[in-house]
């Protein structure tokens, strides 16, 4: 075996050695595509499937002590007020369901963009080139050829459906045929081709059908944000209000523990002076370790509803811990309102964004319906092309050929494709009718339900301004009752035990005061919402979050 033999049996050795490492596996789907073999983040098993224990000694920093307290901080809290319009503020500007909603439109926008660029014209070029060595039977053929095309172009859709082509054909052919008058021989044409669909995917009904639908993808996105935005202020009223009513009821209790120890006070002093029994005191003892419980439960339940509120607004300086304190500086408005209701539910028919966003989806629903009937027609084209021909011994010579236009081509042609059954187009459509029918039985469900958060809230608002007035009496009466019980305590008529329910009933009515009229207030913010509006003065304008910039 000879140098060369050697030579190329190795080469052979090395090809086959590629093809089974490297190409056959990447042909066959041997290749760990999926699973990390191309970049993708792999998880590690046991993260996804293993459950591990709570361990305690990293998060258990000291023991509970076993005696109550009311959480004495070691360090003052920082406390800051806010109003009502500062919580909407704040919400508008930092909420992160906002943020996230914000950025929909800008999304849908960008896809409304990328459906108008599809009339956007293309510039095309191709080139080929060929060297063919191939035998022949006669000497009119050329056994070698050395061939180079060149076709730049521009393409333009159009409007009706079809497209123009601008192309300019170049060739320059090299051949060893020795009748050839021209060798190497030099070609150019100037092409103008029109395509134009007659039946399906005709006129603008059809070509825009894309755009249309994603410009109503496009405003029900609008739609939705809109609403949360209203829904995000409406959450943030009525956190805002529970938490007032958190720290009311808060402090409530503890004037209960105030009246509670008070009443111990007097239980001794009249245990010393022999007026009542020793079992007394022990009745106002237990009485103020009910009302140290309930001040726990209360303050729990306050850092509960100021969490939420901080969690609405995400705010760096209101951070979800207790370092921060959040007081409420508005007052709830105890007025009585007389709606009607009828009038409300007008006014929501045409502002909820929920009956909007179903009216565009119907739309997109119409435009699918019109797009389907189209695709059921026949696909007839209609095809043309003008030509002019040049040719000669250099590129100049043939550009120079065209501009004289001594060759002209004209070719006209028609296509025509119907499919047997049509069924593809058959199912689509009716799909399309389906779902629009789905869409208009959706609009009357919303507007049925819209119906009923309207009348409810109209309720709603007048049973929690009944029950503030009831509270109110209450919160007098009862504390007529607890002045004569303690007035016949002192005589020795009543025992610890009436004098403390006397003090529960007290601070029970004062309570249910403060809730009747914080839900007399949300209940005002639930109209609006019901009504897609917000409450107070100040009108809203947002803007969608800007799209990211494009580097290349």
């Known amino acids: 075996m000879n140098t060369d033999e050697h030579r190329w049996n190795a080469r052979a050795r090395l090809i086959c050695v590629y093809l089974c490492s490297s190409v056959v596996p990447l042909i066959c789907g041997c290749q760990d595509f999926g699973a990390g073999g191309t970049g993708e983040l792999v998880v590690p098993k046991q993260v996804l499937r293993q459950v591990e224990p709570m361990d305690e000694s990293r998060v258990v920093t000291t023991r509970a002590s076993t005696e109550p307290s009311t959480r004495p901080a070691s360090t003052q809290p920082t406390q800051v007020p806010l109003s009502i319009e500062r919580v909407r503020e704040l919400a508008l500007a930092n909420n992160l369901d906002l943020k996230v909603q914000r950025l929909e439109p800008t999304i849908f926008h960008q896809r409304l963009g990328a459906e108008e660029a599809a009339f956007e014209a293309v510039f095309t070029t191709d080139v080929n080139y060929a060297v063919l060595d191939q035998p022949t039977s006669t000497q009119l053929n050329g056994s070698q050829v050395k061939d180079l095309r060149v076709t730049p172009g521009v393409r333009l859709p159009l409007r009706t459906g079809g497209t123009i082509d601008f192309t300019v054909p170049m060739e320059r052919f090299e051949t060893n045929n020795q009748f050839s008058t021209l060798n190497p021989a030099y070609t150019s044409d100037a092409l103008v081709s029109l395509t134009q669909p007659l039946l399906r995917n005709f006129g603008p009904d059809a070509t825009a059908s894309g755009i249309r639908v994603a410009f109503y993808q496009y405003q029900e996105s609008q739609a939705r944000t809109k609403l949360e935005m209203i829904r995000v202020l409406a959450d943030a009223d009525r956190a805002y209000w529970r938490l007032y009513a958190a720290r009311e009821i808060l402090k409530v209790r503890k004037q209960e523990y105030d009246l509670g120890d008070a009443q111990l006070e007097r239980a001794r002093r009249q245990a010393r002076a022999g007026v009542i029994a020793e079992v007394d005191v022990v009745r106002a003892e237990s009485g103020v370790a009910d009302r140290l419980e309930a001040i726990i439960l209360a303050e729990n339940v306050v850092r509960d509803r100021e969490r939420e509120l901080k969690r609405i607004l995400n705010d760096t300086e209101l951070p979800l811990d207790a370092s921060t304190v959040v007081l409420p500086t508005s007052e709830p408005r105890g007025l009585a309102w007389q709606l009607d209701a009828n009038a409300l539910v007008d006014r929501a028919m045409a502002g909820r964004m929920e009956l909007l966003e179903q009216e565009l989806r119907i739309a997109e629903e119409e435009a699918n319906v019109a797009f389907a009937k189209n695709q059921m027609l026949p696909l007839l084209t209609l095809s043309y092309q003008y030509g002019v021909n040049g040719l000669g011994g250099s590129f100049d010579d043939s550009f120079a050929m065209v501009r004289r236009a001594d060759f002209q081509d004209h070719r006209v042609g028609l296509q025509?494709?119907?499919?047997?059954?049509?069924?593809?187009?058959?199912?689509r459509l009716?799909?399309?009718?389906?779902?629009?029918?789905?869409?208009?039985?959706t609009k009357e469900q919303r507007a049925l339900t819209i119906r009923q958060e309207v009348y409810t809230a109209v309720d709603e608002l007048e049973a929690n301004w009944q029950r503030y007035l009831a509270a109110r009496k209450r919160v007098v009466l009862a504390a007529r009752v607890l002045d004569v019980e303690i007035r016949q305590f002192n005589q020795g008529l009543r025992t610890s035990t009436d004098v403390l329910d006397a003090q529960t009933r007290l601070a029970n009515a004062r309570s249910d005061e403060i809730a009747a009229l914080t839900d007399h207030q949300i209940a005002q913010v639930d109209i609006a919402f019901a009504t897609g509006t917000v409450l107070?003065?100040?009108?809203?304008?947002?803007?969608?979050?800007?799209?990211?910039p494009v580097r290349w």
């Open 416 to 427: 025509l494709e119907i499919p047997i059954g049509n069924e593809a187009a058959r199912s």
């Open 536 to 548: 107070g003065a100040a009108h809203v304008d947002w803007q969608p979050a800007p799209a990211p």
């Open 430 to 441: 009716r799909a399309a009718l389906a779902s629009r029918l789905q869409q208009l039985a």
